[in-house]
C-alpha cells in the first residue's frame, strides 16, 4: 500500500522513534510502513491519521485502483 508517511513524519520534524510512540509502535515498525514492506491494520491507520489530523484516505492510497 502507497502511503505518505515519511513526507508528513519529515514535515513536521519528527524522527520515525517519535512518531512510534505516538502510535504505539516501535521505530522499526514505522520503517516497515514507510518503506511499504507492511500495511496497517485498520487501527494503526487510523492511529496514524489522527497523529498527522489527516484522512486515512489522505495518507494510504491502493496502487492497484
Known amino acids: 500500500m502507497k502511503n505518505r508517511m515519511k513526507d508528513l513524519r519529515s514535515a513536521r520534524g519528527w524522527t520515525q ?16 510502513l514507510e518503506t511499504e514492506k507492511h500495511d496497517p491494520s485498520l487501527d494503526l491507520a487510523y492511529r496514524i491519521s489522527a ?4 484522512p ?3 495518507i494510504f492510497t491502493n496502487p492497484h485502483t
Request: without cysteine; glycine residues 8%; aromatic residues 4%.
Open 51 to 54: 497523529v498527522f489530523e489527516e
Open 17 to 32: 522513534d517519535q512518531l512510534g510512540r505516538a502510535i504505539g509502535v516501535s521505530r522499526q515498525a514505522v520503517n516497515a
Open 56 to 58: 486515512v484516505e489522505a
